[in-house]
T-cell receptor, first 114, second 114 residues
């Protein structure tokens, strides 16, 4: 499986600020995704990060709030903009490893907004 | 639309006892089903997957799951629980080969009693 890293691993931010989360994969992958896991909850898909084009957002998530970049097949960023305490969550990136037809997750970024 | 229901948000078993975590799915097309485990302060780790091959799927750490189309179920079992199995377990469904756009259940927290 691919090795996936995320930076930062955790952060504490003030409301109204923005945080950019990085996701790095050790091999080229076609499909990359960003998920949110709110405290005590399951995972919800935010968007599909498309290489060379705009991300595809799920219902309830918008580009202005969660801009995503995917400059190449091994890297993506998710920005959480104009943060409020409701944005306190774990944010995870994932990739599809085509050979085994399964999705693998990064370690997550734990965000606390005060 | 697809959905996953995990019966029981908390399951507690004694060390050495059978582990049974329940998952029922809804899908309009043949599903691809997955079980993930999340240890405290970690990302998600793939336990096993069903992608229309054998109905009994064996995964890592001694876990297995059986796909039952007639019952729309994909329950996770392990014959003998170990203290290290204590974690959150998520069942997920995808209707795309290659595990795109996973829809997750709410998760089941497994506690192991000594």
């Amino acid at each position: 499986s691919a090795v996936i890293s995320q930076k930062p691993s955790r952060d504490i931010c003030q409301r109204g600020t923005s945080l950019t989360i990085q996701c790095q994969v050790d091999s080229q992958v076609t499909m990359m995704f960003w998920y949110r896991q709110q405290p005590g909850q399951s995972l919800t898909l935010i968007a599909t990060a498309n290489q060379g084009s705009e991300a595809t957002y799920e219902s309830g998530f918008v580009i202005d709030k969660f801009p995503i970049s995917r400059p190449n097949l091994t890297f993506s960023t998710l920005t959480v903009s104009n943060m409020s305490p409701e944005d306190s969550s774990i944010y995870l990136c994932s990739v599809v490893w085509t050979i085994v037809a399964a999705q693998y997750f990064g370690p997550g970024t734990r965000l606390l907004v005060l | 639309a697809q959905s996953v229901t995990q019966l029981g948000s908390h399951v507690s078993v004694s060390e050495g006892a059978l582990v049974l975590l329940r998952c029922n799915y809804s899908s309009s097309v043949p599903p691809y089903l997955f079980w993930y485990v999340q240890y405290p302060n970690q990302g998600l780790q793939l336990l096993l997957k069903y992608t229309s091959a054998a109905t009994l799927v064996k995964g890592i750490n001694g876990f297995e799951a059986e796909f039952k189309k007639s019952e729309t179920s994909f329950h996770l079992t392990k014959p003998s629980a170990h203290m290290s199995d204590a974690a959150e377990y998520f069942c997920a469904v995808s209707d795309f080969q290659g595990a795109q756009k996973l829809v997750f259940g709410q998760g089941t927290r497994l506690t192991i009693n000594p």
